[in-house]
Every structure is written in C-alpha cells, then in structure tokens.
C-alpha cells in the first residue's frame, strides 16, 4: 500500500497549491487524511489492496485532482472527487461513516 500512500500525498500537495475554497478544501484534505491513516492498517485485505484501492484507483484519483486543479472546481467535478474519496474510505473502513448515501457496497470489490 506504499503506493496508494504516495498516491495520497501527491494529491494532498495538488490540493494545498489549489485555488479551492478554503471550505471545499478542509472537506478534501480530511478525506485524504483519513484514507493516509487506513492505509497504514497492516489488516488490510489483498481483495482491496488489489481491488477497489488498487494502485489504478489511487492514479485514477490523482487523475482527478489534476485535473480538476487544471480546469478549475466547478461544482460536478468537486463532487465527483468528493464521491471517489467516499468510496474509497467506505471500502477501506466499512464501518466508518462517510458522506455516501446508498452506496452498493458490492461495487466496492
């Protein structure tokens, strides 16, 4: 998971040279936090580590966020950054509460 890890902070160094709101920002970087802080579980399972949090996903994500620094924030693209951060906490930490409503979890890997 040391790439997802670096992953994550790649992103977290894209969004602290952003021109977000600080609001929309503080949202990002809590969600980028607690998926750094889950990715240094031991416990975690190769289905995820190679599924839904594989390496591609965390490209896929950094994707986003240069994207979305590069075009700028409009309000889809925010909350579909906001539903891949979602969806990766939900299937890193089930049991925590995220802001996905109604998620398949049998999307998740």
């Not at 750094?36 to 190679?50: D, M, P, Q, V």
Request: charged residues 25%; glycine residues 6%.
């Amino acid at each position: 998971m040391d790439q997802q890890y670096s992953i994550t902070n790649d992103c977290l160094r894209l969004l602290k040279k952003s021109n977000l709101p600080t609001i929309k920002k503080l949202r990002i970087e809590i969600k980028l936090i607690k998926i750094k802080r889950h990715l240094l579980n031991e416990n975690i399972s190769s289905t995820i580590k190679y599924g839904c949090c594989s390496k591609t996903v965390f490209n896929g994500l950094l994707c986003q966020m240069r994207g979305i620094s590069e075009t700028g924030w409009e309000s889809d693209a925010f909350n579909t950054l906001l539903h891949s951060l979602d969806a990766i906490l939900t299937a890193l930490a089930p049991d925590e509460p995220t802001e996905l409503t109604g998620i398949d979890r049998s999307l998740l890997g």
